[in-house]
């Protein structure tokens, strides 16, 4: 179990992610480089943000 160091909720690496969650993901680790540090609903509400606010990640 890890801490997710946004929202600080414990989480379980190993849990199913959603789709939303693995956009989450890549953005961890191509941009961001916090890979494996987030928990599920901030790498999904990340990955929603990036879609409205950030176009050129949507290509």
Do not use: H
């Not at 414990?10 to 890549?26: C, H, N, T």
């Not at 987030?38 to 409205?52: D, G, T």
């Amino acid at each position: 179990m890890k801490n997710c160091t946004i929202c600080k909720k414990e989480f379980d690496e190993a849990d199913e992610r959603s789709d939303y969650a693995e956009a989450g993901e890549w953005l961890a680790g191509e941009v961001w480089q916090d890979e494996g540090e987030l928990c599920p609903l901030c790498l999904e509400n990340r990955a929603r943000l990036v879609m409205m606010y950030c176009p050129e990640y949507n290509s």
